[in-house]
């Protein structure tokens, strides 16, 4: 016996907000909403191997950097193509001590919460 993944839960204030941006970065789309937030995934729904994403209204503003954070890579241009259409859609450079030679970019979504983009899964490795 084992367990999936099935969703992520993102603490926010404003899950309309956040699932206008998440769903434009994922190409995601809103799969139900209630008064405590809103649940975003692969337009094919439920089910599959992708976890959704709960967007859960809370009432205290984030304070402190996220335990567990998001990863994404482009799937269908470079890393500094995607790197520009992120920052387009809001996010924000985030400093997390990183060193500045990393290959990825610490970004924050709108409400502040950490994510890295990697490069793409098409590009070669550098060496």
Same mark, same amino acid.
């Given at each position: ?7 992520? =839960? ?18 995601? @789309? ?6 405590? %937030? ?16 709960? *967007? ?15 990863? @994404?890579?482009? =799937? ?10 992120? *920052?387009? *859609? ?5 400093? @997390? %001590?990183?060193? %500045? ?27």
């Amino acid at each position: 016996m084992s367990c999936r993944l099935s969703e992520l =839960v993102l603490n926010c204030a404003d899950p309309e907000a956040l699932s206008r941006f998440w769903c434009a970065v994922l190409d995601y @789309v809103e799969l139900g909403k209630d008064e405590d %937030g809103i649940e975003i995934g692969p337009a094919s729904g439920f089910g599959g191997a992708t976890p959704t994403i709960i *967007l859960s209204r809370v009432p205290h503003a984030k304070t402190q950097p996220l335990r567990l954070h998001l990863d @994404v890579n482009p =799937v269908d241009r470079d890393q500094d193509a995607e790197l520009e259409r992120l *920052l387009a *859609l809001g996010a924000r450079p985030a400093d @997390v %001590g990183q060193t %500045g030679d990393e290959s990825w970019h610490v970004l924050q979504d709108p409400e502040g919460n950490e994510f890295c983009l990697l490069r793409s899964r098409l590009e070669p490795l550098a060496g």
